[in-house]
């Protein structure tokens, strides 16, 4: 006769009346939501460190500093990668043609001294009648070179750098990044593969945490029903007890509850309140807002992988009150030649034959009201695009990124700190302010950023 052997589960009812099981539905939910909240700022730290300056293609500006006197080749080389990827990146390359001629071996074919004036002003210099200038002219389709308020040790350290690279492979046969990629220069594509792996594994751990949550749950639910039958087996419950596994939840009592309509009431009474003033201090305010364009300009194509810089098209965004716009002309040094059977590339043809400006759409516009200086912030301050027009790089239609509010700017004064080196004007500013505020950051504000009359007047 085989051997059985039984097991008898006993539940003390005073201490266990299934009441502890809400409880802990509860605390699960909580803990899901939680660990849901931290995901969520997570992601929007990465977001928002993807769109800080340092970490995107930065537009610098279309004059860079030259190498100190007596600096080694190294400066000069560094100094002239930077004014050769601000200037000459657009339409030319070191050893393949682009829009231009390639650049290698320019100081085999022509010397310093008719290389410093072409550079300045070729205009001048094909109008001069030099037969090596005019045949350039020619070749390529009489397109003219703009000029360049270089200075002649600027100009060297360009072809300090073009001879630097002569000979090298270019990325793309390298088998590397192109050389218009953002990855290329910056490591911003390695940021972004980054930022998208830790977003991949924070919603794998999500799916994990509600598939757990779930079968907790279910478990929960099976256990409970268990316990019931258990206890309905015994023979010494109380009515009490009787009452507490056969009582059943009355959902139309629930529903008939003042409590439950009062909260009801109450909740959708604060959302038409939030909705109403969020819309009332939304008035005049224009974030995200893109509009369709009369050309199809892509700026993740142009900044972004070509990463023209954008003094070349905005050619006073360093040295004026306003970005302007570009005229068709500046698009026409590279579309005299690229993509001129583009349907979106004939609208520009159209528009000089018509000698009409291309009615491009405004979207970043302050009210009159409020002074503005972009090259105050962009040249002074030395502010990178992104920092007020966001992943620019990134945008096939622009939209505008920040609020452009009264508050967003006075923040932004309250917290930049004011560049003030190589600068004498500040210098005596700088030890008033360390005198009084020691160990506190020389800010916009502290300058008197946060005036009215700074930007009312």
């Given at each position: 006769m085989p051997l059985v052997f039984r097991f008898t589960i006993y539940f003390p009812m005073k201490s266990l009346r299934l009441r502890s099981l809400p409880h802990l539905l509860l605390a699960l939910v909580l803990t899901?939501?939680?660990?849901?909240?931290?995901?969520?700022?997570?992601?929007?730290?990465?977001?928002?460190?993807?769109?800080?300056?340092?970490?995107?293609?930065?537009?610098?500006?279309?004059?860079?500093?030259?190498?100190?006197?007596?600096?080694?080749?190294?400066?000069?080389?560094?100094?002239?990668?930077?004014?050769?990827?601000?200037?000459?990146?657009?339409?030319?390359?070191?050893?393949?043609?682009?829009?231009?001629?390639?650049?290698?071996?320019?100081?085999?074919?022509?010397?310093?001294?008719?290389?410093?004036?072409?550079?300045?002003?070729?205009?001048?210099?094909?109008?001069?009648?030099?037969?090596?200038?005019?045949?350039?002219?020619?070749?390529?389709?009489?397109?003219?070179?703009?000029?360049?308020?270089?200075?002649?040790?600027?100009?060297?350290?360009?072809?300090?750098?073009?001879?630097?690279?002569?000979?090298?492979?270019?990325?793309?046969?390298?088998?590397?990044?192109?050389?218009?990629?953002?990855?290329?220069?910056?490591?911003?594509?390695?940021?972004?593969?980054?930022?998208?792996?830790?977003?991949?594994?924070?919603?794998?751990?999500?799916?994990?945490?509600?598939?757990?949550?779930?079968?907790?749950?279910?478990?929960?639910?099976?256990?409970?029903?268990?316990?019931?039958?258990?206890?309905?087996?015994?023979?010494?419950?109380?009515?009490?007890?009787?009452?507490?596994?056969?009582?059943?939840?009355?959902?139309?009592?629930?529903?008939?509850?003042?409590?439950l309509r009062g909260i009801v009431g109450t909740v959708f009474a604060l959302v038409l309140l939030y909705e109403g003033v969020q819309s009332v201090m939304a008035v005049g305010l224009t974030q995200g807002y893109q509009p369709t364009q009369p050309i199809a300009f892509s700026h993740k194509l142009h900044a972004g992988e070509h990463q023209i810089n954008c003094a070349y098209c905005h050619t006073s965004v360093y040295k004026a009150k306003s970005a302007n716009i570009p005229s068709a002309n500046i698009c026409m040094n590279c579309h005299a030649q690229i993509k001129t059977e583009s349907p979106e590339i004939k609208k520009i043809y159209r528009a000089i034959e018509r000698k009409q400006p291309i009615q491009w759409v405004r979207i970043h516009n302050l009210p009159d009201l409020a002074y503005f200086n972009h090259s105050q912030h962009t040249q002074v301050a030395g502010l990178q695009c992104q920092t007020c027009h966001g992943p620019i790089q990134n945008m096939e239609v622009v939209y505008q990124y920040s609020a452009l509010t009264m508050g967003w700017c006075i923040n932004c004064h309250r917290e930049m700190p004011l560049n003030t080196k190589d600068n004498k004007y500040y210098d005596n500013l700088v030890k008033l302010h360390d005198t009084k505020n020691a160990g506190a950051p020389f800010t916009v504000s502290s300058n008197g950023g946060t005036e009215c009359s700074k930007c009312h007047y």
């Open positions: 899901f939501a939680s660990v849901q909240q931290a995901a969520a700022q997570d992601a929007a730290t990465v977001k928002k460190e993807g769109v800080t300056p340092d970490a995107t293609a930065a537009a610098t500006p279309a004059t860079v500093a030259a190498p100190a006197a007596g600096g080694g080749d190294a400066a000069a080389i560094a100094a002239g990668d930077a004014l050769f990827k601000g200037n000459c990146a657009q339409c030319h390359a070191v050893n393949e043609q682009v829009v231009g001629p390639a650049l290698g071996g320019i100081t085999k074919r022509r010397p310093l001294s008719w290389i410093i004036p072409w550079i300045k002003n070729s205009s001048k210099v094909v109008a001069g009648g030099d037969d090596y200038a005019v045949a350039l002219y020619n070749k390529f389709n009489k397109q003219q070179m703009p000029s360049f308020a270089l200075s002649d040790k600027e100009i060297t350290s360009i072809v300090a750098y073009i001879t630097s690279e002569e000979g090298k492979p270019s990325a793309a046969t390298a088998g590397g990044p192109t050389a218009g990629s953002v990855g290329a220069t910056d490591g911003t594509a390695a940021a972004g593969a980054d930022g998208a792996g830790s977003g991949k594994y924070m919603d794998i751990l999500l799916i994990v945490l509600v598939v757990v949550l779930i079968v907790l749950v279910v478990t929960l639910i099976i256990i409970g029903n268990l316990m019931k039958d258990v206890l309905r087996g015994r023979k010494d419950l109380d009515g009490r007890d009787i009452e507490i596994l056969d009582q059943r939840f009355d959902w139309g009592k629930f529903y008939r509850s003042p409590m």
